[in-house]
Structures are given as C-alpha cells and as structure tokens.
C-alpha cells in the first residue's frame, strides 16, 4: 500500500494504483479532498466534499461489516467501494458536466478552485453570475450562456443566485 498526496489531502493505494480510501484536510471553512493533478489530467476523482469523505467512510463501514458476515462476495465488495467513492467524489468531467458543459472549461476550473469543503453543486447554485463581469472571465458568449443554463439575456434575473431561478 502507498500514499498520494494531493493538494488538500491523500488517498490510499494499492500498488497497481487501485483506491483504497481518501482522506482530507482542514481548510479555511472546513474539510475537503482535492487533487489540481486528477482535475488538470481530467482523469479520476479530483474533489470530495466535507460531507462526501463523511459518507465515504460510513458507507465503507457499512460495507466491511456487510462482508465480514458474508453478505458481500469479495468481488461484491470490490464493486461496491468503487461506487461509494464514485457516489461521493466529484471528476473533471462532473464539474464540466455541472456548470454547462463543453466550451464552459473555464467555468469548471473557476468552481474547483473555489470549492473548499462544501458540494461543488451548493456552490454553483449560490453563485452570484455577473454577465458584465463573468462572460470575459470565462471566455463565454451570451448564446452559449442561454443554451446551456436555459435564460434569456432579457430576464434580467442575473441578480440573484442561480438556484433562485
């Protein structure tokens, strides 16, 4: 077995580099797993939530006892974990997937780096998006914007959060 680190946090390995576990680390707000390396390749899990790695682990205790009392086959097992940490931990293709999509690159590298302890999801649906302002930063077009979050430039609701409308 080895450790990982990543950039808040580490995870457990077998030596082929199969997952055994994550764990995090404080930040600012909280506690969070984040990998930049997995985000950056866009290759496996690159964020878990405070409540994610609180999930994980209880969902991994269910699990093992379920095994040891012969409820799981080891191959039942096996599967089983991979789905918990799927279930609970967010990839680059999530995040892309989360704020729109193909060509929104910039918008998903921007919630990943915002993120420190709570759901990418919580966090994009609180975000304040200003069109003056965030159409630059992200390198977006209004139609781009319109198709993929389903408005209108003309409904002026862009002073709310997202989730309110």
Known sequence: MKIVFATIGYRHEEENGKVLSYTGESTFNGVCYKDKKAF???????????????????????????????????????????????NNGWTYEDLLNLVGGEGFEKVAEFVFNMVDWQSPETYWDEYQFNPEEDLELFGLTWEQVEKAWNISREDNIFKQPIWSR
């Open 40 to 86: 950056g390749e866009k290759k496996g899990i690159c964020y878990i939530s405070e409540f994610g790695l609180e999930q994980i682990e209880d969902d991994l205790a269910d699990l093992k006892e379920k095994f040891i009392f012969n409820e799981l086959t080891r191959e039942e097992y096996e599967e089983s974990r991979e789905e918990v940490f799927k």
